[in-house]
């Protein structure tokens, strides 16, 4: 059977060709605005007179740079990251914390400082030991606004939750006082069970120390020398890859490699203070969130 042939009304095909026609030209228009908008010439307005351009890069924050001036209110130009070492990844935040912040953290952890202990491996408890001579105390995460603001500060810096990190210890150490080479990951299973393992940590200057009290990685590697710091290390600070302690400094250090393996090149201890006293603060990052 012959099939019929279905006509279309009268106009319909004068209506299609003018469909396609405006769709052509909106899509033409729209391509030239864009142009327009990338080169600059056209800019869109914004109901928000904070709101930047979206060409304009300067009002743009960088995380090392920023965070902490617009929280200290003072010119905090002199912030910058430099990379030490690659085994194992560390990096130092120079002028991480103002000098406020630090006066702030010794003031608040002084009448709490007791004995510094160190972890039981077989037990996974707090025990005293002479391989750490100093005194500390923590203080609890989220504690207070300026400690809140710190610890918001190092979530930027290590892009590792807040809710990761443990609380702050401050630790205090006088003219002998040291930490024999250890390791801050766990070697048993109690105390990884809130938490996981100890990935990262942040240690941070809260002084300077007139000589001495160095942080040193002992089985780096790489030119241990090329710090530019050297010779003004003491003979133990020599005995490895060493950071000089400096008021509002922070060091970053992974205790694992990237395949999630714990890393042996982050041995670290802190060398006997010879002259001056040694302040400092400690973040320990987990790879879990740390119910605190």
């Known amino acids: 059977m012959a099939s019929k042939a279905r006509l279309l009304p009268r106009g319909s095909s004068r209506k299609s060709s003018s469909s396609t026609l405006i769709f052509s030209i909106m899509i033409i228009s729209s391509f030239f605005i ?103 105390t923590f203080l609890a995460r989220g504690r207070d606004k300026t400690i809140r603001a710190i610890e918001k500060r190092l979530a930027d810096f290590t892009f590792l939750p807040v809710e990761h990190g443990e609380g702050l210890q401050i630790l205090h150490y006088e003219v002998g006082q040291k930490y024999e080479p250890h390791y801050d990951y766990f070697q048993d299973e109690f105390n990884t069970k809130n938490g996981g393992q100890r990935m990262a940590t ?20 790489g030119n241990i020398s090329a710090v530019s710091w050297w010779n003004e290390l003491s003979d133990c600070g020599k005995e490895g890859l060493s950071v000089k302690p400096k008021m509002g400094d922070a060091l970053l250090f992974w205790s694992m490699k990237p395949d999630a393996s714990v890393d042996p090149s982050s041995l670290h201890g802190g060398c006997p203070v010879i002259k001056g006293n040694k302040w400092s603060s400690t973040k320990w990052i987990r790879v879990n969130e740390y119910k605190a």
């Open 34 to 136: 864009l142009i327009l908008l990338a080169l600059g010439i056209l800019s869109i307005p914004s109901n928000s007179t904070n709101s930047p351009k979206a060409h304009d890069l300067s009002s743009i924050p960088h995380h090392t740079t920023t965070v902490a001036r617009s929280e200290s209110k003072q010119d905090r130009s002199d912030q910058w990251v430099e990379v030490i070492s690659w085994e194992p990844r560390a990096v130092i935040y120079h002028n991480f914390l103002s000098p406020e912040e630090c006066e702030y953290l010794i003031n608040t952890a002084k009448p709490h400082m007791v004995k510094s202990t160190v972890v039981d491996s077989e037990t996974g408890k707090s025990k005293d030991s002479r391989v750490r001579t100093s005194s500390g």
């Open 202 to 221: 942040v240690l941070m200057y809260l002084s300077d120390v007139e000589e001495g009290g160095e942080t040193v990685f002992p089985s780096a590697k």
